[in-house]
């Protein structure tokens, strides 16, 4: 038994386009919550990759050229894609919290 601390029908409320409601096509809000989470974790994970190939890419062209501009700019885009894991990650971990202490199936939700 799944204990909630707020359960609120959204569905026939929130339309998603004239006339259509949200719940005839995803069959409730959490749904499309859920898919939205996912997706935003699995395309910052995809963006840490490419910054992080780039950034070693480029360190390398600029330490082969000599130029230490590009190697600058490399530099700082491999860092700017680690502080960016650090917060993708702090946030996947924040919502873990709060299914914990709520119980509310956020990222893992069957509804």
Do not use: H, W
């Not at 996912?38 to 950034?55: D, E, S, Y």
């Not at 062209?61 to 680690?82: F, M, R, S, Y």
Request: aromatic share 8%; charged share 10%.
């Amino acid at each position: 038994m799944m204990k909630y601390l707020a359960l609120v029908d959204i569905g026939k409320k929130l339309p998603i386009a004239p006339g259509v409601a949200i719940e005839s096509k995803y069959g409730s809000a959490s749904v499309l919550i859920r898919l939205i989470l996912q997706n935003a974790m699995t395309i910052a994970g995809i963006l840490l990759l490419c910054l992080l190939v780039f950034g070693g890419v480029m360190y390398i062209v600029g330490a082969g050229e000599g130029d230490p501009k590009k190697a600058q700019i490399a530099q700082t885009a491999i860092t700017d894609a680690l502080i960016g894991f650090v917060i993708v990650f702090t946030a996947y971990f924040i919502i873990q919290i709060i299914q914990y202490v709520t119980g509310v199936p956020i990222l893992n939700s069957t509804l």
